[in-house]
């Protein structure tokens, strides 16, 4: 008897270490740190908007007709543009970390084959006027057409994004308080294919990134959150 409550107490010791190390580690959403960027990025395009005009000095007209027209113009108008847009996404993205707080990610390790659970928490109770879309997606970027290493030549790659898996679960919203935690499970398939590259979106062939999104309709500006979730190989996850 004594040995035997002594290897249940070593498997309790050994199981409550396993528990130990793989405690998830709470995510935050990327609304902040999105609308950071997004402030950054549109502040640069805007600037060599603005440099280009500066340095080539490009009169700012836009007659056709006339003979002093200069075409390139418009590759300014192109980069402010972009800097509008970004500065749009930007301030969507602030007034949405003011409205709504952070949203906080737990759940455990994703693996090919294994079933991925956890709960969404909002810092502040939601009253969407509708049910929480949770989903869950695989994209992979891949490469069109020009040369493998280098784009200098007159042929340029082009890149593009391929859905590889998706799938979306409702949760009623009656059923839930956003700040105790919105579950969610997803079964991932066996031939999942693991995160690759960064998190984001980036112009590289090959890379794989899984995104996890958190939306309700709300009176106003509705409910988002995003989470980049790192899919580990299959090695990983025994």
């Not at 952070?102 to 956890?118: D, Q, S, Y």
């Not at 992979?140 to 590889?164: C, F, H, M, N």
Request: aromatic share 10%.
């Amino acid at each position: 008897m004594a040995l035997s409550r002594q290897g249940v107490a070593m498997g309790g010791t050994r199981n409550r270490r396993q528990t130990t190390m793989q405690a998830p580690a709470p995510v935050v959403d990327a609304n902040a740190a999105n609308a950071s960027t997004g402030y950054f990025f549109a502040g640069g395009m805007g600037l060599i908007g603005v440099l280009i005009v500066w340095y080539f000095e490009l009169p700012l007209n836009f007659d056709v007709t006339d003979r002093e027209f200069n075409p390139l113009v418009f590759i300014p108008v192109v980069f402010v543009a972009i800097a509008f847009y970004a500065l749009l996404k930007a301030i969507r993205d602030t007034l949405r970390f003011r409205k709504f707080g952070t949203t906080t990610l737990m759940a455990g390790t994703a693996v090919p084959g294994g079933r991925f659970e956890g709960t969404v928490r909002s810092s502040r109770d939601l009253a969407p006027s509708g049910d929480y879309t949770v989903q869950l997606k695989c994209i992979r970027t891949y490469r069109v057409g020009g040369p493998i290493v280098s784009t200098s030549g007159a042929q340029k790659s082009t890149y593009k994004d391929e859905l590889k898996w998706r799938e979306t679960i409702v949760v009623p919203s009656t059923s839930v308080r956003s700040s105790t935690g919105i579950p969610l499970a997803f079964q991932i398939p066996p031939d999942a294919l693991p995160s690759k590259g960064p998190p984001i979106y980036e112009r590289v062939h090959g890379n794989v990134r899984w995104i996890l999104t958190v939306s309700a309709p709300m009176p106003g500006l509705n409910y988002y959150a995003v989470f980049a979730i790192d899919m580990t190989g299959a090695g990983h996850g025994e």
